[in-house]
């Protein structure tokens, strides 16, 4: 199952790198034909207009560049930083996911042994990795323009909505599990679950950012 997994995380890392219209890449490209001085967009998302707007909280606190020129690269420098986190972070899922499935399943107390503790502080990892990686999408300044249409950024803030539920859910469930021993098995599924939505989600959503227009 890892050999599997790590093939997946790999193809999906060189179609990454080798696909130039990316979300960043393409943003970049329509880069070079804006003016000196861009407005804010029209149809800015909820939580973009509450930090960005003209009335948003970063305004208010006069935090980020002075002009859109400067707060339109401050947001490909994030989205950068975003989209290589979520390498890492979907490599360190992989790894999780493969040994947490066989821990759950499994009845060899050796692999048990020698697996929890590193499964345990992969799961730090990725939890940390995971919400940097949020961080700098959801704090990024908001782009030059926003589309009524659905397409890649669209895409991926649909997927987002899944594994950033099931990434939140995950710790929650594996502490409620070794609290309450009635419902130790119960709950593990359920944390088992959590992980397997959290891994093909942002696989299904690395890829489709990738391939989506």
Not at 35 to 45: A, H, R, S, V
Request: charged share 25%.
């Amino acid at each position: 199952m890892l050999k599997i997994l790590t093939k997946f995380i790999f193809i999906s890392f060189l179609v990454s790198i080798a696909n130039t219209q990316s979300v960043v890449t393409k943003e970049s490209y329509d880069n070079r034909f804006k003016p000196k001085e861009i407005g804010l967009p029209e149809n800015m998302p909820f939580v973009k207009s509450v930090i960005w707007g003209e009335k948003g909280v970063f305004r208010k606190l006069n935090i980020g560049p002075e002009t859109r020129v400067e707060e339109l690269k401050l947001r490909r420098k994030m989205l950068q930083a975003h989209q290589w986190l979520g390498i890492i972070t979907l490599a360190g899922l992989a790894y999780q996911y493969d040994v947490g499935k066989k821990l759950y399943e499994g009845n060899d107390s050796n692999y048990w042994d020698s697996h929890y503790e590193r499964h345990k502080a992969m799961g730090y990892f990725t939890y940390v990795t995971y919400m940097t990686t949020s961080s700098m999408s959801m704090f990024s300044p908001p782009a030059r323009k926003y589309d009524k249409n659905m397409n890649s950024i669209k895409y991926h803030r649909a997927m987002a909505a899944f594994h950033f539920t099931a990434m939140m859910a995950q710790p929650f469930l594996a502490k409620k599990a070794v609290e309450n021993g009635k419902r130790y098995n119960e709950l593990m599924d359920a944390h088992l679950k959590a992980g397997t939505v959290a891994f093909f989600a942002l696989s299904l959503d690395a890829l489709g950012i990738t391939f989506f227009r």
